[in-house]
């Protein structure tokens, strides 16, 4: 079956730090992997995507994320936190051949000052 | 653009009712996403619109949801009769068809829809 998986509620980290948010997939064929963020009472916003080329792939904000297939995870990672970066973000597959794009479950990130 | 536009940004409404969320996608977009959003289920893709044509309804929890799109710049998802577990964030979302853009997402603000 095709899915995302984000396997932390919660993520926190002092501000300055390094920061990582998981995502794990399980998806038929070329996996597209996208990486959304929301801040509170708004919709969604697109940070980045992975559809082919280098794994690493970088994005709004200072954020990026690293495409691993044989651990099947596509990782999003910041050198340094802000407390600004405090949101929920979501990762998100594009099902195989289709257009339909499925979310994780959401990781709220804090970054305390 | 003023992006995708989605009204009543809030609604609340008593069990029976009908209740009708509006959207209207990014001028040139082909795609429009129905999703909603729960503490419980997170974030779930209801219906998708191709070219105004329904691609993927199996979203829908059934049969008291319905969802339209007249034209290219208008979408509806009716609820009727409205329950008290449809109390959400329902979101509307587009996307261009091809391109560096493809099959990224501009959401709207969200209708949230209390049903009492």
């Known amino acids: 079956a095709q899915s995302v998986a984000q396997p932390e509620d919660q993520v926190n980290v002092a501000e300055g730090n390094p920061l990582t948010v998981k995502c794990t997939y399980s998806?038929?064929?070329?996996?597209?992997l996208f990486w959304y963020v929301q801040y509170p009472n708004r919709g969604l916003q697109f940070l980045l995507k992975?559809?082919?080329?280098?794994?690493l792939v970088k994005g709004s904000y200072g954020f990026e994320a690293e495409f691993n297939k044989s651990q099947t995870s596509f990782h999003l990672k910041k050198p340094s936190a802000l407390v600004s970066d405090s949101a929920l973000y979501f990762c998100?597959?594009?099902?195989?051949?289709?257009?339909?794009?499925?979310f994780g479950t959401g990781t709220r990130l804090q970054v305390f000052p | 653009d003023a992006g995708v536009i989605q009204s009543p940004r809030h609604e609340v409404t008593e069990m029976g009712q009908e209740v009708t969320l509006r959207c209207k996608p990014i001028?040139?977009?082909?795609?429009l996403f129905w999703y909603r959003q729960t503490m419980m289920r997170g974030l779930e893709l209801l219906i998708y619109?191709?070219?105004?044509?329904?691609?993927?309804d199996s979203g829908m929890p059934e049969d008291r949801f319905s969802a339209k799109m007249p034209n290219a710049s208008f979408s509806t998802l009716k609820i009727q009769p409205s329950e008290p577990r449809d109390s959400a964030v329902y979101f509307c979302?587009?996307?261009?068809?091809?391109?560096?853009?493809?099959?990224?997402?501009?959401f709207g603000a969200g209708s949230r829809l209390t049903v009492l």
């Open positions: 998100a597959v594009r099902f195989f051949r289709t257009d339909k794009l499925i």
């Open positions: 998806v038929s064929g070329n996996p597209y």
């Open positions: 992975y559809i082919t080329g280098d794994n």
């Open positions: 001028s040139g977009h082909d795609y």
């Open positions: 619109f191709n070219n105004n044509v329904p691609i993927d």
């Open positions: 979302a587009s996307a261009p068809r091809g391109g560096s853009g493809a099959n990224v997402l501009t």
